[in-house]
């Protein structure tokens, strides 16, 4: 399978990547998050849950240890052409292998960073890591490096976000298409998710959500589905994903006779969205566009009820979950710059009542402001 970007946009990464381990102090990067390896070779695998890492050395040079199952996927997947393999096996400790790897490049006693923040490396691996490093090399936290080079997409990247959005729309439709008294939330989640499949798409990275009657205030999955009933309310939180890069949607959809209480609670939403659109620019903070949505929410008496964040970055990214940072909080500091990609959601829970709505969708920061992806309507849907 070719890499799903050019050669030359594959080159430039690893460019940029080099320069901003050398401008860091670094003779290499040790990589653990698998959205890095992605960004940075193609590379494209759940592996990372065994333990593998991606060293780059601050002239370039590359070097993948990984488990034999995914020495051909290094292969079909990447670019990456030195692949080493550690062996299963009682006792087995790959940071030994690591060791001897790094020895090889000619790392011994030189200052590496690391991306401790990662799911590709737990705190029982990283121990036997650490052991292997004391006294071998230094090292230094560099979880945020490629991080902070992943966040501007480039026009290739946003041509995947795009379809990912595009993907979302079509995933929504059959939701509309078929919500209503009597169906099973099963029907309405499989055609979501055969949406996105029949459209190209990819798995997101993590369960797509639906929850009805209590369910619709969890905003997360569960396990278990329902029928709804004949006045019912049903909140869905779903992902298009091409080539892994995410485009999240928002909705609650009501079923039979609207409530009032929740036709304001959706008018409220409206406004915030709308809002926080309005307020996205170069240079405006994550933290000044959480306080615009709070504002809205909380002059319509919806203080109590709304969560401490209003949305989160949208990128390629692996299990366990589809966000990607930064996350849109209160105080962050953090500036919106063009190309970024947004996941705006606005959530209302009034669980004393068992109330729910909410509503959201993917956008991207322009020169000027921000770019909404989705195609769909904002008004609120009753089946």
Known sequence: MPIHFSTGEMQARKDRAAAAISDAGLDALLMFKQESMYWLTGYDTFGFSMFQCLVMTADGRIALLTRAPDY?????????????????????????????????????????????????????????????????????????????????KSPQELVYVRRAAELADDAWEEAVRLAGPGVDEAEILAAMQGAVFLGGG????????????????????????????????????????????????????????????????????EEALLACEEAIRPGVTLGEVFAVHAEVLDAAGYREHRLNACGYGMGAVYAPVWTDWPMIYEGNPL?????HTFFLHMIVLNHADEKAMTLGHSVVVTETGCERLSRSSLDLVVA
């Open 335 to 339: 500036e919106f710059e063009p190309n």
């Open 72 to 152: 051909g996927t290094a292969f079909y997947t990447s670019d990456i052409e030195d692949v080493r393999i550690w062996v299963d096996v009682e006792g087995m400790n790959p940071a030994m292998d690591l060791r001897a790897m790094l020895d090889d490049l000619g790392l011994g006693g030189s200052r590496v960073g690391i991306e401790l923040d990662s799911y590709g490396l737990r705190a029982s691996m990283w121990r036997l890591v650490e052991a292997e490093l004391e006294g071998f090399l230094a090292w230094t936290d560099a979880s945020t490096l490629v991080q902070e080079l992943r966040r501007a």
């Open 202 to 269: 990819d798995y997101a990275g993590n369960e797509l959500i639906i929850g009805s009657g209590p369910g619709a205030l969890m905003v997360r999955y569960t396990s278990g589905r329902r029928r709804l009933d004949a006045d019912d309310q049903l909140t869905l939180e779903w992902c298009g994903v091409q080539r892994r890069y995410h485009a999240a949607m928002m909705r609650t959809i009501l079923v039979g006779e609207p409530d009032p209480v929740q036709v304001d609670m959706h008018r409220a939403c």
